[in-house]
């Protein structure tokens, strides 16, 4: 593929987002690292494939464009959204109302859409989806395996539950409510840390012993949960878990040909690699479309009592036909949220373990966007905007609160398009998607096993996410494996112990005893605070705890300069015209004057300025697998 001018290389005139072997949109150099840098790196044998860009984060392609690539990143994200209001629907007591389910899931489309454009608008400004996060899921479920919350047994028997009666409402709503007043509160602390700065001064304290330990019991803890799903036919979980295995492993760099259309080429065939990007909802729908052959030829059993049953696709039939062809969700949909301080707590610990991600996402996404390493008071705004969306996750009643989509930072470094338009037409899309009440209502229809081999691969791969962080320290130094293997049998023998011992602790105020369980049965938080407490009280070097390595592959923020400005400043003049005053620029969340010349000067593009360069080792850590 040739061009013929600079304009088509990084205009708007780039004709799509696949690129022959050889050809180069944009190029490092323009992305803010110098010329001798890049060829260094292409002397050693490195970088070579991730110096192509189709398009760069301030970029704008063609509207088209836009809306393909914003449909894919929606698809991208579409397993972890479709699956926390399906895990949640069991302690809700909903297990038996597939329609609400469905509502449940447009709402999580609605609000995820919301959050992405007050994300790319106003807070950190990079290429980067938000949506419901798995941190938050451990301790709504340890909210609701209290005494007081547990599902009452006539909501476990289909014969005995009326989804439309007025009792049946009440019973999942009241902890609907109970959930979103949790998330709310929690989402304030969130705010607070964010628009404050006080994430910057935090992570001073936290190297990745405690972050290995809080994500990886985000997920070890779920393991019952998924199991359970899958044991209703591990035939079909084991199909789900191999077709995915299968496209994201084995196939991945397989591309396939798919018809394309240019005004140079007309009609001709493109090679996309069409495994890597869609893994999972490949894998999903192979095996959905095998439980209705399953179904229609009488394979699984027709008796509800019998092993397989569930595998069916005619049993959660009806919710199609019943859900509406257009819903709008709204805040308060399911009542007046309700506070009690036990969840508060909880949630907490998940909003701090949800901020940790989030921070290696952005250096991530901004590496893989063509924009240098976030300044500090993007960072503060993108937590802070972060917790406004949960806040309005908690108000909307999605269940769960939100936060950034390492998946898709991923399919940033696939495509090679970094432009944050493009995720605008994703937010898009997630909003029209959450009003399409036959959306989320098909969805609400997946066989009970194939969303249990889904959420076994989903969870092994957050664990591992976890244990990944580890690569910054020491671990050869029995310092760090005490604290690490310490953190983790604790965060998992603690909470099995309290569940089942849960009276030994009560001290007779019914509040604190709430706290105090649903915070030692809150198994991320458990491994977190003794990995925390452990690690910056047990001496040890910030090189064998890993805080040099952790802080280096991330950069150092450089300094500030009109590419920052270009990619990072509050849009629609906010940054230039009415945050002008010298006070202004000490707020943490404002962007900070360029340093040097005070003269005026015409605005620069993306490849005409170049940032402070980074190190191989630099760039490696920041590239697709960048994540806390």
């Known amino acids: 593929m040739t061009h013929s001018s600079g304009k088509e290389l990084n205009g708007l005139d780039n004709p799509g987002f696949t690129v022959e072997e050889g050809s180069q949109y944009c190029t490092l150099s323009e992305l803010g690292t110098n010329e001798k840098s890049i060829k260094e790196e292409q002397k050693k044998g490195k970088a070579k494939d991730r110096s192509k860009l189709a398009y760069c984060v301030t970029d704008v392609p063609p509207w088209y464009l836009c809306i393909l690539l914003g449909i894919q990143h929606f698809l991208t994200a579409l397993g972890g959204l479709v699956a926390i209001p399906l895990i949640l629907s069991k302690e809700l007591c909903l297990q038996h109302d597939l329609l609400t389910q469905s509502h449940l899931i447009s709402t999580i489309f609605f609000v995820s859409g919301i959050c992405t454009l007050l994300q790319v608008f106003f807070g950190v400004r990079l290429p980067i989806i938000q949506g419901g996060t798995f941190s938050f899921l451990t301790p709504t479920l340890a909210m609701l395996s209290l005494p007081h919350w547990k599902c009452p047994a006539w909501t476990q028997n289909a014969s005995l539950v009326n989804v439309s009666s007025p009792e049946f409402t ?5 902890r609907m409510r109970e959930v979103q007043g949790a998330i709310m509160v929690a989402s304030c602390f969130q705010i607070l840390v964010g628009f404050s700065g006080l994430i910057g001064f935090l992570m001073r304290f936290i190297g990745p012993l405690t972050i290995a330990p809080t994500i990886t019991l985000v997920a070890l803890p779920l393991f019952e949960s998924a199991g359970q799903e899958a044991g209703e036919h591990w035939g079909i979980a084991v199909m789900t878990i191999a077709f995915i295995v299968l496209f994201s492993q084995y196939l991945k760099n397989v591309p396939m040909p798919l018809p394309a259309y240019q005004r140079a080429k007309k009609c001709y065939f493109s090679r996309i690699y069409l495994f890597q990007i869609f893994p999972v909802l490949l894998g999903l729908s192979l095996t959905w479309l095998m439980c209705f052959v399953f179904t229609v030829t009488n394979v699984f059993p027709s008796n509800p009592e019998a092993y397989g049953y569930l595998a069916r696709t005619d049993i959660k039939g009806d919710v199609l036909s019943q859900a509406p062809w257009f819903r709008f969700p709204y805040p308060g949909q399911w009542g007046v949220p309700t506070i009690s301080l036990a969840g508060v707590f909880g949630f907490i ?10 921070v290696g996402d952005y250096y991530a996404c901004a590496r893989l966007s063509g924009a240098p390493p976030p300044p500090k008071h993007a960072i503060n705004r993108g937590i802070g905007v972060e917790g406004i969306g949960s806040l309005l996750a908690g108000a909307w009643g999605t269940g769960n609160g939100t936060t950034s989509y390492s998946e898709n930072v991923g399919a940033l470094g696939i495509t090679r398009v970094g432009s944050r338009m493009v995720i605008v037409a994703g937010g898009c899309v997630m909003l029209l998607t959450g009003i399409f009440g036959k959306i989320g209502a098909m969805f609400a229809s997946i066989p009970t096993p194939v969303i249990g081999g889904m959420l076994i691969v989903m969870f092994g791969i957050i664990t591992a996410v976890g244990i990944s962080n580890l690569q910054y320290a020491d ?24 569940k089942t011992r849960s009276q030994v602790l009560e001290t007779g105020i019914i509040q604190l005893d709430q706290v105090i369980q649903v915070l030692l049965t809150t198994g991320m938080f458990v491994g977190g605070f003794l990995g925390f407490v452990l690690d910056n009280t047990i001496p040890g070097s910030k090189e064998e705890r890993g805080i040099l390595a952790w802080k280096e592959s991330h950069g150092v923020e450089s300094a500030e300069s009109q590419l920052l400005s270009e990619v990072y400043s509050l849009p629609f003049g906010i940054g230039t015209k009415f945050c002008t005053a010298s ?5 943490p969340v404002c962007p900070k004057r360029p340093s040097g010349s005070t003269r005026k000067e015409e605005p620069k593009t993306l490849g005409e300025e170049n940032s402070v360069p980074m190190s191989s080792e630099q760039d490696a850590e920041m590239g697709i697998d960048t994540k806390i």
């Open 475 to 498: 671990m050869n130094s029995s310092r760090n494996l005490f604290i690490f293997g310490f953190a983790i049998f604790a965060g998992l023998t603690i909470p099995n112990w309290v």
């Open 583 to 587: 006070w202004i620029r000490h707020i």
């Open 170 to 174: 009440e019973v999942w709503q009241t």
């Open 349 to 358: 610990a998940g909003v701090i373990s949800s901020m940790l991600e989030s």
